[in-house]
């Protein structure tokens, strides 16, 4: 897939202070990246130097200028006087890509009313929020950037915008989205960058079909002797694991599917329990990494 | 770049904080008023609306510490806000170019000016002309000089002069003069993220600047007495400053800060 931002040895310093140290990182087109890290790791600071409206003392970055950058910044940044559509038409005309119907359409998909003439300094931080989101994609960009966007959210808004950075991204836009939030992260994101001290330590893919464990519990030891028949005729590691309950259980490492597992095993007359996918625990690798950096979650 | 000026104009203009222009001229029109009309009670000098109208705007005393203060308080944290409430990062990203930004930036606080002054002017008309009567000249106490030292008494303007040629030359002057003055604090608000420092500055400077205009070469380098389009038609400050090498001094000190804050608006992070 294309990229659609590049961000090689990136380096921040602020008089003596390392703010970001040597930051390689890439987004692909319809990819959803997580940021994660202690507060003071480095996250918004590596946003806004993607933005522009912080220099970068070394390295580059770069994403296609023409096709643009939305931004939902981790406080509400509107004009309090104006209603939600003269905010957006303010910032839309910068650009004069788009019109009013595009606006009000934006407005709707984000559950706000593109006809409410309340000023926004009036509005509820959820509802500031979505027209930080409405501001940020009115414009289809091809990569968007959020800070914390749940922030302010209700559980239905979190679920809206889970839903709408879903469609974005298979729509082709990239996006980073950085958060304290480690279940959000975890059910929005691709991929996973954990920073800490200016410093990418680590990126976890959260959809790799690489070699995923599969957890796979049987009903009975003569179903777990036939799913040991199944494992070595496809070739498929099979590691046992305590008894569930007194039900066989283990973890298959393969490539495949869940759902190709579950049709291979139920041909071979196998009576299965639960399975699911084993995805790498990403409060577990966070925890692991933020230790070694001596980091507050110690 | 002129729809980025005409945001940036927007912004200052369309919020309730510019509601202030109304009891701001208002309240200096009644402070004017009220030195002219007992002049006219008790002596019957000649008035007309001119008077009530110069007498405000180009009063030192009412532009100094109303008119010039509350426009400060209008713009000087302009950028710190945008700053600090992170207006910038959403709108940086969209104009792909720093100097622009900051030329509409700056471009607005002349356009703002001009709006302010335009209101203002209409506002002190309207008051001015509910006390004194509507004439298409300028009364004899506005250009033969008086004895009342007081409002327009104290400048004097040219026999035969157009009130309304002048009144336009006023608010160009003043919305010019007036702009120029605020881009040095919001020039220096790039480096100093403080709104209070931005307002302070310019405060400051007002109320010291009352005391040192008594020495003539202060007075004559001094950018505060040059503001006021009043100081061309007062009989001290006419000998000391002109009209001509003000307008070259306010172009001289807007082109260095123009260039000065475009050159760190480039270096500087939001």
Same mark, same amino acid.
């Given at each position: 897939?294309?990229?659609?931002?590049?961000?090689?040895?990136?380096?921040?310093?602020?008089?003596?202070?390392?703010?970001?140290?040597?930051?390689?990182?890439?987004?692909?087109?319809?990819?959803?990246?997580?940021?994660?890290?202690?507060?003071?790791?480095?996250?918004?600071?590596?946003?806004?130097?993607?933005?522009?409206?912080?220099?970068?003392?070394?390295?580059?970055?770069?994403?296609?200028?023409?096709?643009?950058?939305?931004?939902?910044?981790?406080?509400?940044?509107?004009?309090?006087?104006?209603?939600?559509?003269?905010?957006?038409?303010?910032?839309?005309?910068?650009?004069?890509?788009?019109?009013?119907?595009?606006?009000?359409?934006?407005?709707?998909?984000?559950?706000?009313?593109?006809?409410?003439?309340?000023?926004?300094?009036?509005?509820?931080?959820?509802?500031?929020?979505?027209?930080?989101?409405?501001?940020?994609?009115?414009?289809?960009?091809?990569?968007?950037?959020?800070?914390?966007?749940?922030?302010?959210?209700?559980?239905?808004?979190?679920?809206?915008?889970?839903?709408?950075? !879903? +469609? &974005?991204?298979? =729509? #082709?836009?990239? $996006?980073?989205?950085? *958060? %304290?939030?480690?279940?959000?992260? @975890?059910?929005?994101?691709?991929?996973?960058?954990?920073?800490?001290?200016?410093?990418?330590?680590?990126?976890?893919?959260?959809?790799?079909?690489?070699?995923?464990?599969?957890?796979?519990?049987?009903?009975?030891?003569?179903?777990?002797?036939?799913?040991?028949?199944?494992?070595?005729?496809?070739?498929?590691?099979?590691?046992?694991?305590?008894?569930?309950?007194?039900?066989?259980?283990?973890?298959?490492?393969?490539?495949?599917?869940?759902?190709?597992?579950? !049709? +291979? &095993?139920?041909? =071979? #007359?196998?009576? $299965?329990?639960?399975? *699911? %996918?084993?995805?790498?625990?990403? @409060?577990?690798?966070?925890?692991?990494?933020?230790?070694?950096?001596?980091?507050?979650?110690? | 770049?002129?729809?980025?000026?005409?945001?940036?104009?927007?912004?200052?203009?369309?919020?309730?904080?510019?509601?202030?222009?109304?009891?701001?001229?208002?309240?200096?029109?009644?402070?004017?008023?009220?030195?002219?009309?007992?002049?006219?009670?008790?002596?019957?000098?000649?008035?007309?609306?001119?008077?009530?109208?110069?007498?405000?705007?180009?009063?030192?005393?009412?532009?100094?510490?109303?008119?010039?203060?509350?426009?400060?308080?209008?713009?000087?944290?302009?950028?710190?806000?945008?700053?600090?409430?992170?207006?910038?990062?959403?709108?940086?990203?969209?104009?792909?170019?720093?100097?622009?930004?900051?030329?509409?930036?700056?471009?607005?606080?002349?356009?703002?000016?001009?709006?302010?002054?335009?209101?203002?002017?209409?506002?002190?008309?309207?008051?001015?002309?509910?006390?004194?009567?509507?004439?298409?000249?300028?009364?004899?106490?506005?250009?033969?000089?008086?004895?009342?030292?007081?409002?327009?008494?104290?400048?004097?303007?040219?026999?035969?002069?157009?009130?309304?040629?002048?009144?336009?030359?006023?608010?160009?002057?003043?919305?010019?003069?007036?702009?120029?003055?605020?881009?040095?604090?919001?020039?220096?608000?790039?480096?100093?993220?403080?709104?209070?420092?931005?307002?302070?500055?310019?405060?400051?400077?007002?109320?010291?600047?009352?005391?040192?205009?008594?020495?003539?070469?202060?007075?004559?380098?001094?950018?505060?007495?040059?503001?006021?389009?009043?100081?061309?038609?007062?009989?001290?400050?006419?000998?000391?400053?002109?009209?001509?090498?003000?307008?070259?001094?306010?172009?001289?000190?807007?082109?260095?800060?123009?260039?000065?804050?475009?050159?760190?608006?480039?270096?500087?992070?939001?």
């Amino acid at each position: 897939m294309n990229e659609v931002l590049q961000v090689k040895s990136l380096t921040k310093r602020v008089k003596q202070k390392v703010i970001l140290q040597d930051v390689n990182l890439s987004v692909s087109e319809g990819e959803i990246l997580g940021l994660i890290g202690p507060n003071g790791a480095g996250k918004t600071t590596l946003l806004k130097i993607v933005s522009g409206v912080v220099r970068a003392s070394s390295g580059s970055v770069w994403f296609d200028k023409s096709a643009g950058i939305g931004i939902v910044p981790e406080q509400a940044a509107l004009l309090g006087d104006m209603d939600a559509l003269q905010n957006l038409r303010m910032l839309s005309s910068i650009r004069g890509k788009i019109g009013t119907s595009e606006i009000k359409q934006t407005l709707k998909r984000v559950g706000l009313d593109p006809d409410n003439k309340k000023a926004v300094r009036n509005y509820s931080l959820g509802m500031k929020q979505r027209l930080m989101l409405a501001q940020a994609i009115m414009e289809h960009p091809k990569l968007l950037l959020l800070d914390e966007p749940t922030n302010a959210l209700d559980p239905l808004g979190i679920i809206d915008l889970r839903m709408l950075l !879903s +469609e &974005l991204a298979q =729509a #082709g836009t990239g $996006i980073i989205i950085a *958060s %304290h939030l480690l279940n959000e992260i @975890e059910r929005m994101c691709d991929r996973v960058a954990i920073i800490s001290g200016g410093k990418i330590l680590r990126q976890v893919n959260l959809r790799s079909t690489e070699q995923t464990p599969i957890e796979v519990t049987v009903s009975t030891a003569y179903d777990w002797d036939i799913l040991k028949r199944w494992a070595e005729s496809v070739h498929v590691e099979l590691q046992k694991l305590t008894p569930n309950k007194g039900l066989p259980r283990g973890i298959l490492k393969t490539k495949m599917a869940v759902s190709q597992v579950i !049709s +291979e &095993l139920q041909s =071979a #007359g196998i009576a $299965i329990e639960s399975i *699911s %996918h084993v995805g790498p625990n990403l @409060e577990a690798v966070f925890l692991e990494y933020a230790q070694l950096e001596g980091g507050v979650y110690r | 770049m002129i729809r980025l000026w005409w945001n940036e104009t927007l912004r200052l203009v369309w919020c309730k904080r510019f509601l202030a222009v109304f009891p701001a001229f208002a309240l200096a029109t009644l402070l004017a008023l009220a030195d002219l009309l007992p002049l006219v009670r008790a002596y019957g000098v000649q008035m007309n609306v001119w008077d009530g109208v110069f007498g405000t705007m180009a009063h030192w005393l009412y532009f100094r510490f109303i008119i010039l203060l509350v426009f400060v308080f209008l713009t000087a944290d302009t950028l710190v806000q945008d700053i600090s409430s992170n207006w910038s990062w959403l709108v940086l990203p969209r104009t792909n170019s720093r100097m622009r930004w900051w030329t509409a930036k700056v471009l607005s606080l002349f356009s703002a000016a001009l709006v302010y002054f335009i209101i203002g002017f209409l506002i002190v008309f309207a008051i001015s002309a509910t006390q004194l009567p509507y004439a298409p000249n300028f009364s004899e106490y506005a250009t033969q000089g008086s004895s009342f030292n007081a409002g327009v008494g104290t400048l004097k303007f040219p026999e035969g002069a157009n009130p309304f040629v002048l009144s336009a030359k006023m608010i160009l002057y003043s919305a010019f003069s007036s702009a120029v003055f605020m881009m040095i604090p919001v020039t220096i608000s790039i480096i100093v993220r403080q709104g209070y420092v931005a307002l302070l500055i310019p405060f400051t400077w007002i109320f010291l600047s009352n005391f040192w205009q008594t020495n003539k070469f202060i007075f004559s380098i001094d950018l505060i007495p040059r503001l006021f389009y009043g100081s061309y038609f007062s009989s001290f400050s006419s000998r000391v400053i002109d009209l001509s090498t003000s307008l070259v001094y306010l172009a001289l000190v807007g082109i260095v800060f123009y260039f000065a804050g475009g050159y760190m608006i480039k270096r500087t992070d939001f």
